[in-house]
């Protein structure tokens, strides 16, 4: 554990009262300066014209070797780039953190378009497990069906599923948005945080499953309810969202969502420590 | 981790050992402690043909104790005499590997069982697999070194299955690879990638009803598993349907018969799957780079839900 002292010399940081403590030995700590420029940049980002495109095939590539590729084209200023047979190929186009036109012709393995931070993404194909995880920011459009985890962990953007999607979608899901044209399976929502889920057509069992917070919309029928979710009434501002999402989506325009089934979190859970075991008991 | 992987052909036959290689290399970054192979060849299902071992390969990263190839002669002696005594006889013999061997065998009693429990009384010996179809070849290494040491490229059929495995629960030993041979049934195989929680319950209970395991590897109990529900009446669907609850844990897995290949998915859809159909080729595995290796063109692939059980006929 670093060794903490407080220092003589103040930098502004300190001085506004930030902090007081410095760290020695192997440890090196920094602190943030306003005055310091590169503070403000956001590392592994470029500036990209979209009208510059270019197409990458990708078929000889492993995925380390696409995404470089990627990368540089992005850093040479391309702002669309089309991706050819990619295969079914794991981690391609993750850790992009600009804005891009990004377009896939075929489909992806696992961890699509992982950790991606304001890319326009487009899989004229299907998607393997966990497409699109920790998504902080963009659009992810997928033509085809989509594997289980479909946008775990995302933080924002939307994240569109024109075909079904496997099991335990939007799983620890902490905002944004991810629509599924088709069926989703099991552990839809499961621990699910903040953010909205919407599914046109049926889910599986379990649905919501632990969710803590956050909105899942069913068009279809659900399977079963997990632990603590809890059926809602639909409001005229949840009508009202749906369709303006659905056709910036370009997906179930015509979908009478009125019809839809509202689900949240009953937040039984959130006292658990504090309830009697027999409330406990239906908590559960 | 493991890697599966299962393809099909409806109504014509192909090059399966080849087909079925490309497959499970393309998986083999999900285990490559040792391969297996379940092939549905074209015979003219006379004679039994059976796969069986009197040795474990005791090459690099083996769990196996090694031993003179004498002791693998002698076992063969004896494997020999008891196939005579049995009444049966040996049509054609071939000894891959000192340790592997293919007989075919002109048997009309149909009593697998009997025959098996014969054979395997010999110690150091097991039967991979027996039927008028399936061949079971499984040793270590990657798909391709299995597929080049058996020479498998070149075998035409209609089915196959095949397993790249990461020994997590047993040995890296050829007893603990995969497919089980669904014993004592003929042309029954099966792969699984996943973890059973109950196996040794499980296990108890088939053993005291007079079923057989060969190895500590929790997924031979889906074969016993199975083999015992048919030995019961069961068809193989009505078999999968209940392991469904019979068996706990986390599963997805492929069975093949003369026939027909099927799959079932564990009810918390824990392990992966991908499937391609049309009417002329079901193919599937645990990633879809495996199928992209023998449909390179884009095609419509999905993931079957959870608790979900399918079989297809050739």
Redesign the interface.
């Known amino acids: 554990m670093a060794n903490l002292k407080t220092t003589e010399k103040k930098t502004k940081a300190q001085s506004m009262g930030l902090h007081t403590e410095v760290l020695t030995g192997k440890t090196q700590q920094k602190f943030f300066n306003p005055d310091e420029a590169e503070n403000f940049y956001y590392w592994g980002t470029y500036d990209v014209d979209f009208n510059k495109r270019t197409e990458l095939d990708v078929n000889d590539m492993d995925c380390k070797e696409a995404n470089k590729k990627i990368d540089e084209l992005m850093n040479q200023g391309y702002g669309t780039i089309v991706i050819k047979n990619p295969?079914?190929?794991?981690s391609l186009g993750v850790g992009i953190l600009n804005k891009l036109n990004l377009i896939f012709e075929?489909?992806l393995?696992?961890f699509g378009v992982g950790s991606i931070d304001g890319p326009t993404v487009r899989v004229n194909?299907?998607v393997?497990?966990s497409c699109a995880e920790n998504m902080m920011a963009g659009k992810v459009v997928i033509e085809?069906?989509?594997?289980?985890c479909f946008g775990a962990a995302v933080r924002g953007g939307d994240l569109i599923c024109k075909?079904?999607?496997?099991?335990?979608t939007g799983i620890d899901q902490k905002g944004g948005t991810i629509i599924i044209g088709g069926?989703a399976?099991?552990?839809t929502g499961f621990m699910m945080q903040r953010g909205r889920i919407v599914v046109l057509g049926n889910v599986?069992?379990n649905l919501g499953d632990s969710m803590y917070d956050g909105t899942i919309y069913v068009g279809g029928k659900i399977g079963s309810y997990g632990s603590d979710a809890i059926e809602s009434p639909m409001t005229k501002s949840d009508i009202d969202w749906l369709k303006r999402k659905l056709k910036v989506a370009e997906i179930g325009e015509d979908f009478d969502v009125s019809k839809m089934t509202k689900v949240v979190a009953g937040k039984k859970l959130w006292n658990y420590d504090a309830l009697e075991p027999t409330e406990k008991k239906g908590a559960i | 981790m493991c890697g599966i992987a299962g393809l099909i052909h409806r109504g014509k036959s192909s090059n399966v050992g080849q087909e079925l290689q490309g497959m499970l290399q393309a998986l083999k970054h999900r285990g490559e402690d040792s391969t297996g192979y379940a092939l549905y060849g074209d015979t003219d299902g006379q004679n039994f043909i059976m796969r069986f071992k009197v040795g474990e390969n005791v090459g690099e990263g083996s769990s196996s104790v090694m031993e003179d190839v004498s002791v693998y002669d002698e076992r063969k002696k004896i494997v020999d005499s008891y196939i005579s005594q049995m009444g049966a006889k040996i049509v054609k013999e071939e000894r891959t590997l000192p340790y592997s061997l293919r007989y075919e065998i002109d048997y009309d009693k149909g009593d697998l069982l009997e025959f098996s429990q014969k054979i395997e009384s010999i110690p150091g010996v097991e039967i991979l697999s027996m039927g008028k179809s399936l061949e079971v070849i499984k040793d270590l290494g990657n798909a391709k070194a299995v597929c080049d040491r058996y020479n498998l490229g070149d075998l035409v059929g209609t089915h196959a299955i095949g397993h790249a495995r990461m020994a997590t629960e047993s040995g890296v030993d050829i007893k603990s690879a995969h497919p089980f041979w669904g014993y004592p049934f003929s042309d029954v195989s099966v792969v699984h990638n996943g973890q059973l929680t109950n196996y040794w319950n499980n296990r108890r209970i088939l053993e005291n009803k007079g079923m057989r395991f060969m190895s500590e590897c929790d997924s031979e109990l889906i074969a016993v598993y199975l083999a015992e529900k048919m030995r019961n009446g069961a068809t193989l669907e009505e078999g999968m349907k209940d392991s469904l609850s019979g068996l706990d844990g986390v599963f997805t897995y492929f069975v093949a018969t003369k026939n027909s290949l099927g799959m079932a998915k564990d009810?918390?859809?824990?392990k992966?799957l991908?499937l391609y159909e049309s009417d002329e080729l079901v193919a599937m595995g645990s990633?879809?780079?495996a199928?992209?290796s023998v449909l390179?063109q884009?095609i419509?692939?999905?993931?079957p839900?959870?608790g979900e059980v399918k079989v297809w006929q050739i």
């Open positions: 295969q079914g190929k794991h075929g489909s393995g696992y194909g299907r393997g497990w085809k069906n989509a594997g289980s075909g079904s999607v496997g099991a335990r069926d399976g099991a552990f599986g069992i | 009810t918390m859809a824990a992966p991908v990633e879809e780079i199928i992209r390179p884009e419509d692939t999905y993931d839900f959870d």
